[in-house]
């Protein structure tokens, strides 16, 4: 009997430390970057290229979360829209199914395009005005945009100026008349480069390289890392520097997601996308520079244009739009204020 009972009592003790020890696993999921919390995987899904500036900064991202989890929090990155394009990486973080990504500003255009008046042409004037903007108002923009989308913004990188590209010399608005013209479906950018006497043709962004190699339009317009990456310089001569656009990538994180993960371990990614972010645009200040000398080795003409020309046939149409109220009363001036 007494053998029994002790028998009994060993069970008893070892269901207990078997217990105790699952618990002890589950609830060290909060632990930060020690490395006794929870192992998970981030995908960031990306709609960029592989290569270049912005895609070094989701690396660093990458080399900065393992590092600093000592290898508890992997990061899978999903380039070239390998989860989807724009829309679905916004619209999966925005419902928590994406946990990161790298995009333009396609949540302002589903969700909240009264504020993307800083990617319409001629309100960003260069490249110290640009990341000006992003540290004061810009800031003010993601806030509210998460407000709405559900997004957190964590970072930015500089994609560069949108310049145009022909197979003709564009050196004045003039030169556009009658050229079918390959617009993003924003409808300010249309209208101002009708205006122009374009001929503005939608076409999604990854049938753009095939429209220009069989001459479904004539020419159209993207910064120059993109122009490179993507080879249009195998479809087009010109490389036209109207600089009518200041693009970024932006770095974001999924709300819903990011809400479900421990205090430090949030602190730990935005810290990382923070230093990733400041790093590749200390390293690589102005893309266009490079992206443009390798557009040149490539064979592409460049060409200065008229840019006041550009800017004043643009501006009675950013009048309009602002006396329609397709913004925020009072951003563009806010903007190109600064």
């Known amino acids: 009997m007494k053998r029994l009972l002790v028998l009994l009592s060993i069970v008893c003790i070892s269901a207990m430390l078997v217990f105790a020890n699952g618990t002890n696993e589950s609830t060290s999921s909060g632990s930060s970057g020690s490395g006794?919390?929870?192992?998970?995987?981030?995908?960031?899904?990306?709609?960029?290229?592989?290569?270049?500036?912005?895609?070094?900064?989701?690396?660093?991202?990458?080399?900065?979360?393992?590092?600093?989890?000592?290898?508890?929090?992997?990061?899978?990155?999903?380039?070239?829209?390998?989860?989807?394009?724009?829309?679905?990486?916004?619209?999966?973080?925005?419902?928590?199914?994406?946990?990161?990504?790298?995009?333009?500003?396609?949540?302002?255009?589903?969700?909240?395009?009264?504020?993307?008046?800083?990617e319409e042409p001629f309100v960003i004037r260069d490249l110290d005005h640009l990341n000006k903007f992003w540290n004061t108002l810009g800031q003010e923009i993601n806030e509210k945009a998460e407000a709405k989308t559900g997004i957190i913004t964590a970072t930015y990188m500089i994609r560069g100026a949108r310049v145009i590209t022909a197979n003709k010399e564009i050196k004045t608005p003039a030169d556009l008349k009658g050229l079918k013209f390959r617009l993003p479906s924003m409808p300010v950018r249309v209208k101002v480069f009708e205006a122009m006497g374009a001929i503005p043709t939608i076409v999604d962004f990854p049938e753009v390289y095939m429209a220009l190699k069989t001459g479904t339009v004539d020419a159209q317009e993207n910064p120059p890392e993109t122009i490179y990456s993507y080879k249009y310089y195998e479809a087009q001569k010109y490389l036209i520097l109207t600089n009518h656009v200041f693009s970024t990538a932006r770095y974001q994180i999924s709300k819903k997601w990011f809400e479900q993960q421990t205090k430090e371990d949030q602190d730990l990614l935005l810290q990382a996308w923070k230093d990733a972010g400041t790093k590749v645009r200390a390293e690589v200040p102005n893309p266009d520079a490079f992206y443009i000398e390798e557009l040149k080795k490539k064979g592409m003409t460049i060409i200065q244009p008229d840019g006041k020309a550009f800017r004043d046939a643009a501006m009675p149409v950013m009048d309009e739009f602002d006396k329609k109220g397709q913004w925020e009363t009072g951003l563009r001036e806010r903007i190109m204020n600064l």
């Open 36 to 118: 006794n919390g929870k192992k998970y995987t981030i995908n960031v899904a990306s709609t960029f290229a592989p290569e270049g500036a912005i895609h070094e900064v989701i690396v660093k991202f990458k080399e900065n979360v393992e590092t600093r989890s000592n290898g508890r929090i992997k990061v899978a990155i999903q380039p070239s829209g390998a989860l989807g394009g724009e829309r679905e990486i916004v619209e999966g973080m925005s419902n928590g199914t994406i946990e990161m990504g790298a995009q333009g500003v396609m949540d302002l255009t589903l969700y909240a395009p009264e504020l993307m008046v800083f």
